[in-house]
């Protein structure tokens, strides 16, 4: 069962902020939010993940709701290279659970 | 540089034959991957090995076999019995499994086409 929704495609202008959503209104107290993003033929790149704190490093912001049922990955200036697949999953904190990649987002930044 | 390497990048095999898909990390990861992926689809998981010399079936694992005898290397074996086994293969590897803070990272894909 899918844990997270998010939408099919997006298109983004150069420059500009990408602003990328996901439900996941099922999630436990446990589980974090995870952010791969996939470059077409190549293998996915972790970007981000979080609990429920608001999280930053270089490549994007990942903005939770206080609900914790919905997530933002923000990439502040994005360009042609940030054009990929982007997959948001969620993933308990401990035990047996492998990462489960949904179909995620195919963001295309437009110049 | 450290990393996760796959060979080969392309790989053709006839129907019948069983293929071997190299998976290297020298990482120093305690656990390893792999993934099976299909033209606009997600990844799906076929394998994962917690530690050496063991391992578990994923979402997939039919048709597919693995060993990890060392640390650094998880081979693939896609057998005859994998009804369709034209895909995209992906190799990760992470500190531990399981947990909140670990994270995967991926080798660049083998592409296995069966004529």
């Known amino acids: 069962d899918a844990k997270t929704t998010q939408p099919p495609s997006m298109d983004c202008a150069e420059g500009r902020a990408a602003n990328l959503p996901c439900n996941h209104s099922?999630?436990?107290?446990?589980?974090?939010v995870y952010w791969y993003r996939q470059i077409h033929s190549q293998g996915p790149q972790y970007i981000i993940h979080?609990?429920?704190n608001n999280e930053t490093n270089e490549m994007a912001s990942l903005i939770i709701t206080e609900d914790r049922k919905s997530s933002t990955l923000i990439l502040p200036h994005a360009t042609l290279r940030d054009t990929a697949v982007y997959y948001c999953?969620?993933?308990?904190?401990?035990?047996?659970?492998?990462?489960?990649f949904g179909k995620g987002t195919r963001l295309s930044v437009i110049a | 540089d450290g990393g996760i390497t796959q060979s080969p990048k392309y790989l053709f095999r006839k129907e019948g034959q069983n293929v071997t898909l190299s998976c290297e990390q020298n990482?120093?990861?305690?656990?390893m991957y792999w993934y099976r992926q299909d033209p606009g689809q997600g990844l799906r998981l076929i394998y994962y090995?917690?530690?050496?010399?063991?391992?578990q079936k994923g979402d997939i694992a039919e048709g597919y076999s693995v060993s990890r005898e060392k640390k650094e290397s998880f081979p693939l074996t896609v057998t005859s019995a994998q009804k369709n086994p034209t895909a995209f293969y992906l190799c990760a590897s992470s500190t531990r499994f399981g947990g909140g803070a670990d994270t995967q990272y991926f080798g660049p894909g083998t592409r296995l086409t069966v004529l």
């Open positions: 999953i969620v993933r308990a904190y401990s035990g047996n659970t492998p990462l489960v």
């Open positions: 090995s917690q530690i050496v010399n063991d391992f």
């Open positions: 990482l120093n990861h305690d656990a």
């Open positions: 099922t999630i436990s107290g446990n589980e974090y």
């Open positions: 979080g609990l429920k």
